[in-house]
């Protein structure tokens, strides 16, 4: 809506959004088939389906007035979970776009984070966010665990995982400063929130977790704390 000229131009890109979803899910079978048999060729066909699948899905949003970045999701989205060969092929662009193309990612976000012009009475307006912020996730997470049967401690832990953002929030921040969503010191705003709120989840979690008997009281299934990195933890 924010690129369009007109309302009509904002339904026609929704309209052909919805398509595209739409033929992308009754396609999933289709791409299955595809990728099993390109699997039994090598994995580097699956890899060249995959990219290529993912840039012409790209480029259909970007053509319908949507950021590319949702037609790559909805391709990755009717993707088969669990074939060797996808899993294989998937590791593969990882092992380019983790140290190479996110870090350049991290840095135009920079570029576009300044700090220094964003005026004196705004930074009230960047506190109020940020305690909006943790004050929705950290306690409406804690708040249904405890009510669910966990301890403080087991509530805690959850609430502050929930609390932080990760790279997902400044991939939707840099869509809405493109799209012309969000100004650009609101922009600023944000990314302050997103990064205060990732960096302070580790030390909170150290501190959580250094305190005994973390066994929580509920009857459910035990709670898991999966590492999936170095200071990275779900």
């Given amino acids: 809506m924010a690129n369009a000229s007109s309302p009509l131009d904002a339904l026609t890109a929704l309209a052909l959004t919805v398509v595209l979803t739409t033929v992308l899910a009754a396609a999933r079978p289709i791409v299955k ?10 994995d580097d066909l699956v890899t060249a389906l ?33 074939a060797p060969a996808v899993e294989r092929s998937a590791a593969r662009l990882q092992a380019v776009i983790v140290p190479v193309l996110l870090p350049l990612f991290f840095v135009d976000t920079g570029l576009h984070t300044d700090l220094a012009a964003l005026p004196a009475h705004q930074w009230g307006w960047a506190a ?4 909006v912020a943790v004050t929705g996730k950290w306690v409406g997470a804690a708040g249904a665990a405890w009510l669910t049967g966990c301890d403080w401690r087991w509530s805690a832990l959850i609430g502050t995982l929930m609390n932080c953002r990760g790279i997902t929030e400044i991939v939707v921040l840099g869509i809405g400063l493109q799209s012309g969503v969000i100004s650009t010191n609101l922009f600023t705003i944000m990314v302050v929130m997103a990064v ?3 960096a302070a989840t ?3 979690l150290d501190w959580l977790t250094r305190a005994p008997d973390l066994t929580p009281t509920t009857t459910g299934e035990p709670i898991t704390m999966l590492t999936e990195g170095p200071g990275t933890t779900r």
Avoid: K, M, Y
């Avoid at 088939?33 to 090598?42: C, G, K, N, P």
């Fill in 202 to 204: 580790t030390p909170l």
């Fill in 33 to 42: 088939r595809t990728l099993e048999r390109a699997a039994r060729a090598s």
């Fill in 196 to 198: 205060a709120t990732t």
């Fill in 50 to 82: 995959l990219v290529t699948g993912l840039l012409l899905a790209a480029c259909a949003t970007d053509r319908f007035g949507v950021h590319p970045a949702i037609g790559a999701f909805l391709l990755g989205a009717i993707t088969p979970r669990g």
């Fill in 128 to 131: 109020l966010v940020l305690a």
